[in-house]
């Protein structure tokens, strides 16, 4: 059944495979529409209404010359970053002088064997792969609108230079980059090349040279198909998307004698085989295999568990800050109390902490002193009876503020306790009762609500 519709849809789709990319095969087939098979294409409201048929204006072959059937039409197979050279670069690199880089003195190895083989097999479709220089231009002069005349802003310009491609190559020794983990002295270039997240990204271009009959190897003739990009993690971005089940592309080209192309991309990488993924599915197993081993050795076989019927209690804190005391120089005291009944803790591990000595900051009308001290410690509770009426009795936090003078003089600016939260999450804070007795505690019950419970000593 003839293809009636064309396919306008030329965004990029993203795909994702586990595969290696290396077993991606596209297949383009390009077409020169001529006007005996025009009308096939045209839109369904606009057939019969006074058209004439075109094939009446098809030149005759004595006038315009003897056209190959492979100028007319072409299909080739392109696997992931496979060169097809073009008319262009075989008539650039026959001549050695144009070799300039090891990569085009290596092309032009391939071209004279190719010549010696009887020549290539395509003829308009060819590849730019990551390594050609045409992959370097198109990213720097890549538009970021659909706008014809579309002027590059500022941020525009400074991001042209950001290279997302080949970025796994740094040198890496031991699994610790060579470069020094901070830069004081950053320079240009290597702000605009980190300032950005950069994912290991190759390239790849499927070309068509749509130059007029015998006129093939102009750069101005070509366009391109479809672009193909891979990242390590094995995203793959196509544009346009694979043809499957919609209408060809279409592309109209420019000039005195304007010519239609329609051409199709499909994906026709093979299937794994049976045996090939049951193969496949052993040497994830057997890796995940050797992960969990790796894992097991990482944490050891002296993991501590908790004796049965017996409640572990960790509790990890912060002395953050102290405010509104009257003194400068201040420092905190404080203990836990375990209760005498059924809790324990380890005979290493002390219940009690000082802070270091912290000038005060104005903050407002009060003054703060900010210790941010760290504390951590863990305890035991062992019964038998897990009755609602059993439940223990819960450790105690005690704390003292003290002050410091010029003297060496140690004051006591306040006391304060608080029962630790059975549940994790709720925050403590000191603050004033507003009585001017200046040694009280407030516990916050609840950091969401703030509901203040408050003790006067």
Known sequence: MAETVWSTDTGEAVYRSRDPVRNLRLRVHLQRITSSNFLRYQPADQLGKDLIDLATFRPHPAASGHRSEEEEEEEVVVGWQEKLFSQFEVDLYQNEVACQSPLDHQYRQEILKLEDSGGRKNRRIFTYTDSDRYTNVEEHCQKMTTAAQEVPSFLVERMANVRRRRQDRRGMEGGILKSRIVTWEPSEEFVRNNHVINTPLQTMYIMADLGPYGKLGYKKYEHVL??????????????????????????????????????????????????????????????????????????????????????????????????????????????????????????????????????TKSVGMDKVAYFSYPFTFEAFFLHEDESADALPEWPVLYCEVLSLDFWQRYRVEGYGAVMLPTTPGPSWSPVSCGKGCGACWTVWRDSASRVPFTTCW
């Open 226 to 359: 479809c672009t193909l990009k891979v990242d390590s993690n094995g995203v793959i971005t196509v544009k346009p998307d694979f043809t499957g089940l919609k209408g060809p592309y279409r592309i109209e080209t420019e000039g005195e004698k304007q010519e239609l192309w329609k051409y199709t991309i499909d994906n026709v990488s093979s299937l794994a085989q049976p045996e090939e993924e049951e193969r496949e599915q052993r040497v994830f197993k057997d890796l995940c295999g050797r992960h969990r081993e790796y894992l097991s050795s990482l944490v050891g076989t002296d993991f501590e568990t908790a004796a049965p019927g017996a409640l572990r209690l960790f509790v990890n804190g912060e002395v953050v800050s102290a405010r509104g005391y009257e003194y400068d120089n201040l420092y905190m005291h404080f203990f836990v109390e375990l209760p005498t009944t059924n809790w324990s803790s380890p005979a290493f591990q002390p219940l009690s902490g000082i802070t270091q000595t912290c000038a």
